[in-house]
C-alpha cells in the first residue's frame, strides 16, 4: 500500500490474501500447453483455463491424468507464454485420493524449468519433494511451486516422476507470475 504498512491489515485477520507492491500478472492464463506423454482423460486446456478441480467431488472434471504410470515413470507438461516474460513464480496443483482402486497418489518429485528457445531448458532450484505428503488418505490438493525467479522465459516446463510403484497422476491448474503488464490476459 505505497510503501506504508497499516496495522489494520492484520487486525484479527488470520490470512492475508494480497498485499504489498508486487502482484505479478498470472501469465499462464489461456496459454498454449503441451505435455509428454499425452494424459488419458482432460483437455490440456483445463491446466490453464482458472479454475480448480476439487479434490473431494468425484464427478469433478477439471482435473486432467495419466493412468497408470510406471514405477519412477516420469511425465511433463510445458507452458508457452506466447513471448519471453520476466518470469518470478509459479505452480501446479495436484490430487491424491489413494483410498480409490486404482490409487491417485501423488508424484515423487516436480522438477520446473525454464527456457527462452524450447531447446535448451534450465533447472528452478532442486526437484519439489512431494514425499512428506504421501499419507493423504481422502481427496486432498497439493502445491509444487517456485518463487523468485526474476528471468527472462518464454517456457515454463514441470517434469513429474512418479512414486515407485504404479499410479495415477491427477494435475490441474498450472499458473506463472509474470512482472510485464502484457502478461495479463
Known sequence: LNGEYDPLLDETRKVRLKQGVYCYANAAYKTVVTSSPAPTAGALSKLVDGIYGDATDQADTDWVHWRLVASGGTVWVKVDLGAAL??????????????????????????????????????????????????????????????????SARYIRATITNIAEENEIYLDEMEVYAASASASR
Open 86 to 151: 520476466t518470469v518470478h513464480h509459479g505452480v501446479l496443483s495436484f490430487m491424491s485420493k489413494n483410498t480409490l482402486t486404482p490409487q491417485i497418489e501423488l508424484p515423487a518429485t516436480v522438477q520446473f524449468a525454464y527456457s527462452t528457445d524450447d531447446v535448451s531448458y534450465t533447472d528452478i532450484g532442486g526437484a519439489f519433494d512431494l514425499s512428506k505428503y504421501n499419507d493423504s488418505r481422502t481427496g486432498q490438493q497439493f502445491l509444487a511451486w517456485f518463487d523468485s525467479l526474476a528471468v
